[in-house]
């Protein structure tokens, strides 16, 4: 069994930086792709980052590149969402998710694994 587990949310002030954790257990981490995503408030759930087996290849969406920074760290089963110049329309529930292949993709449905989420509310 799958297990993930997010951290690191909160209430903050626009313009500042958070740091998203996400610690797996009970699978072989290293060699799957890991991804974050968000649902905003009456919407759908996002794409938002996604790093490949090794941490050598990253994804981003549109709204988040520049600011936002996937990483992974396989000896330790986590892999982290560094947020910086956070903006009102971040706020959401952060999902981390474990993808079914090596190599980091957009789309849900190539994720087979999701932790319970971890709020994160940007006020301005």
């Known amino acids: 069994q799958v297990q993930l587990v997010e951290s690191g949310g909160g209430l903050v002030q626009a313009g500042v930086s958070l740091r998203l954790s996400c610690a797996a257990s009970?699978?072989?981490?290293?060699?799957?792709?890991m991804g974050w995503f968000r649902q905003p408030p009456g919407k759908e759930r996002e794409f938002v980052a996604a790093?490949?087996?090794?941490?050598?290849?990253?994804y981003y969406a549109d709204s988040v590149k520049g600011r936002f920074t996937i990483s992974r760290d396989n000896a330790e089963n986590t892999v982290y969402l560094q947020m910086n110049s956070l903006k009102p329309e971040d706020t959401a529930v952060y999902y981390c998710?474990?993808?079914?292949?090596?190599?980091?993709?957009?789309?849900?449905?190539?994720?087979?694994?999701w932790g319970q989420g971890t709020q994160v509310t940007v006020s301005s």
């Open positions: 998710a474990t993808g079914k292949y090596y190599s980091g993709s957009y789309y849900p449905h190539d994720y087979n694994y």
């Open positions: 009970g699978r072989t981490f290293r060699t799957y792709a």
């Open positions: 790093i490949n087996w090794s941490g050598g290849s990253t």
